[in-house]
């Protein structure tokens, strides 16, 4: 995806991603975890460096105007962490439910170019179904083509 993004950088395991989302606030490290749940799905994590704890939060509200920007990096290290890992999966789940909207949201905006690239699915009544625009969902399982 040619989007505007931040320049990240990785860990040799490609599990461990951070970069600085630079707005009115600041500079903020951001932090992407990938970890594993199964044998072929990975969680992402993510949210902002604790650097006094080393943990990430994802509560941390950072209001730093760049949330396009933002998410657009998230995706790019899903693409990222895929490449390295081609048949696992990646399951996304928003720590709040208007989160995991936000991350509806920036799918569904960019559904076009993402399906050339993943199948996506989305969970409602713990049954995982084909994305679709417009449905509230749980969580979401992103799988690389191969």
Do not use: C
């Amino acid at each position: 995806m040619q989007l505007p993004k931040y320049q990240y950088k990785t860990n040799h395991g490609f599990l461990d991603y951070e970069f600085v989302s630079e707005g009115p606030n600041g500079k903020i490290k951001k932090v992407i975890r990938y970890s594993k749940l199964s044998n072929r799905v990975f969680n992402l994590a993510f949210g902002d460096l604790d650097e006094t704890t080393g943990e990430i939060s994802d509560t941390a509200v950072s209001n730093n105007a760049d949330s396009r920007k933002v998410l657009a990096t998230v995706a790019a290290t899903v693409y990222d962490f895929t490449s390295q890992y081609p048949g696992l999966m990646v399951m996304v789940k928003g720590s709040t439910p208007v989160r995991t909207r936000l991350y509806r949201m920036g799918i569904a905006n960019y559904l076009h170019l993402l399906t050339g690239d993943f199948e996506i699915y989305g969970l409602q009544n713990r049954r995982w179904e084909a994305f679709t625009r417009r449905r509230d969902y749980e969580a979401f399982l992103i799988r690389r083509k191969l």
